[in-house]
Each structure stands twice: as structure tokens, then as C-alpha cells.
């Protein structure tokens, strides 16, 4: 069934204070909270990277395949994971059923105070992210033309595409 996030102007204001709460009380450098889709949701402070995309991907990727390692050695659910780098560090815990809360920072000797900040505020976030799950867009949300625009510009692009020949 497919699933869509759907955010109220409130519910993105209430999820921006979470994330900036973390970030101050916790002493990080920055907080993203991301689907496990790998789209971004939300993010406060400094973000490393030029391109928050890519970094959402990647940390996505790490956590999941964390957690289906664990799952292939009969391992409980993964629901926090820690990147030691040498500058810049990683925390990244679940929060609600989709959502990953991902906190950097710098001080490796801040463990402690992270993981208790980024608890309470994947505790916290867990109620709005159910709230931003939608199994249907109500109406309006999208234009009625928008599936044939859509279907009209997938097969342009495919028509005009040349097949490449490999050599």
C-alpha cells in the first residue's frame, strides 16, 4: 500500500523545536530526521556534505543494512547506531516506526549526553511522525491532471532517450 508524508504547518514547526532542543541541549553540531526511504524531513543547526540528499541516502543505507546484519544473525532489533569518525561523529536511533533521528557532532567524549538527548527527542518525534503518515492524499493535495502530466512526461523522456550501445 503505498504510504505518503504529510505535514501540517504545525506539525513542521513541532518538529523543527524538537530538533533544534536536541541540538542545543546535546551540545551537537547538527540533527537530521530522515524516512527510511532516505528522504530528509527535517534538519537543524550544521549539516556536513554539500549535498543533504546524499548524505541522507548514505545514512539511511548504513543504518538499514545495520539492522538487517543484525536481523541475518538472529540479532533483536537495531534501533541505535554509532559512527566514530576522526573529526565528526554519528548517532543515529530510530524514532517511530519509519524515521531515523541522526545527530553530528564533534565531541567524541559527548557520547553520553547525545544519547540521552537524541532518546528524548526520538520519544518526543514519535507521535508527529505517526501524525505525517497518510495511506491516501486527501483531495487536493495534488492537481487532478497531475497522473497524466506525470505518465506523459515519463514516456517523452523515455521515447527521446537514444539506447546506448556498449562496445
Not at 506539525?11 to 547538527?30: F, K, N, P
Not at 533483536?76 to 533521528?101: C, M, N, P, T
Amino acid at each position: 500500500m503505498p504510504r505518503h508524508l504529510l505535514a501540517t504547518p504545525e506539525t513542521v514547526r513541532e518538529i523543527a523545536r524538537h530538533l533544534q532542543d536536541l541540538v542545543s541541549r546535546a551540545g551537537a553540531s547538527g540533527a537530521l530526521l530522515v524516512d527510511e526511504s532516505g528522504s530528509l524531513i527535517a534538519k537543524q543547526g550544521v549539516i556536513p556534505g554539500n549535498d543533504p540528499a546524499e548524505l541522507t541516502t548514505l545514512l539511511t543505507c548504513n543504518f538499514l543494512v545495520t539492522h538487517e546484519l543484525a536481523s541475518y544473525l538472529g540479532d533483536q532489533d537495531i534501533s541505535v547506531l554509532f559512527h566514530e569518525g576522526d573529526k565528526k561523529h554519528f548517532y543515529l536511533r530510530r524514532a517511530g516506526e519509519r524515521g531515523i533521528l541522526a545527530v553530528v557532532f564533534e565531541d567524541a567524549g559527548s557520547l553520553g549526553r547525545i544519547q540521552v538527548f537524541t532518546d528524548k527527542a526520538a520519544h518526543s518525534l514519535h507521535p508527529l511522525l505517526g501524525d505525517l503518515e497518510r495511506d491516501v492524499l486527501p483531495p487536493g493535495t495534488l492537481p487532478a491532471e497531475y497522473p497524466e502530466a506525470a505518465y506523459a512526461l515519463v514516456q517523452e523522456v523515455l521515447k527521446s532517450a537514444s539506447p546506448t550501445v556498449l562496445r
